[in-house]
């Protein structure tokens, strides 16, 4: 029998948020951290009159929507690859710059997808301690050796919903020898008001080792045609068109990228409902005694007594056709994620909730 390189034998496939119900269960799905209004209405309507061409090849290139993102980002076009989603941009990241020996370096509560892209690449994954589920950068800085190559930073993190501010950003960037790529991890970007916070596409024009990913699956609640991309120096932008595919884009996906990025009705609409919905989700749940983590995301992070209480929750919800996502994958067993749906969506998650409490207490 032919096998694969060792290292692929130590995934563990990735699982995504739990949608399957009951036979005609109303599903509320608020565990993968998707948009609650649907894709934004000017963007479906692209989808659709580029959906006529799919007989066709897409721009290979992606020139009309890197165009777009460079305009509003204020970065060059020239320093953009765009990928089926920002996953695919992870994965040729440690495609390109890892392999056996080699190390990939992040925090020990984050996205999954860092150390499966690097097992897939043979590389070694090593994580970092968190600081009251925030990234430590003195604890990361610790953990390079010289066989580190790539550091991911969430930036805010997923699944602890915490960020660290521009002035930690820089000194992990100082401390990093210059032969490492600083990944900074910008999926949850647009949701933060911070004035001290940075997406880090400015270290990207001014360092030649940092590089930032991007998604249009969260505010622009387009997961469903994978699509994200990446700022980087121009040396890693020529090592990403080297191994990329050739239509690694699809003629769907850019069409509806470039309509979602001139759909600002629908960007102000979900930050204000995410903003007003989690503040009165997460104080509802205090109240009940629950602690919730501070979130600048479009989740929250809530945590119950032990791990049986959390997931005996999750369950409880899950009759109630509510689904939300337990974090022992994630090295958080006593945690719960929920997405913050619609209004209607978290009212019945907070009743579902407030119902499960009651009789614990009873």
Known sequence: ????????????PYVGGESGGKEGQRIIKLSSNEGPFGPPPMAVEAMKLASENAHRYPDGGCNELRGALAAKNNINADNIVCG??????????CKAYTGEGDEVLYTEHSFLMYAISAKAAGATPVTAPEKDLTTDVDALLAKVT??????????????????IKR????????GLPDDVLLII???YTE?????????????????????????????YGLGGIRLGWCHAPAHVIDVMNRVRGPFNVSIEAQAAGVAAL????????????????????????EGLGIKVYPSACNFILAELEDAKRAED????????GVFIRQMGGYGLPTCLRITIGTEEEMDIALQAITTYIHKCNE
């Not at 089926?84 to 990241?93: P, T």
């Not at 949701?191 to 505010?219: A, C, I, Q």
């Not at 929750?313 to 109630?320: H, I, M, P, S, Y």
């Open 313 to 320: 929750l999750r369950l409880a919800l899950k009759d109630e």
């Open 84 to 93: 089926a989603g920002s996953d695919e941009i992870i994965a040729l990241l």
């Open 262 to 285: 001139q759909d600002d009705a629908f960007v102000e609409k979900s930050l204000s409902h995410n903003k007003q919905c989690r503040t009165k989700f997460v104080t509802a749940l």
């Open 185 to 187: 991890d910008a999926a």
């Open 1 to 12: 029998m032919i096998k694969a390189k060792d290292s692929i034998y130590k995934i563990t």
């Open 167 to 174: 002035d930690e950003i820089e000194r992990l960037h100082a």
């Open 146 to 163: 010289d066989k580190t190559k790539l550091v991911f930073v969430a930036n805010p993190n997923n699944p602890t919903a915490s960020y």
């Open 191 to 219: 949701y933060v008001d911070d004035p001290d916070y940075t997406d880090g596409h400015d270290l990207v024009e001014r360092h030649n080792n940092v590089v930032v990913t991007r998604t249009f699956s969260k505010l």
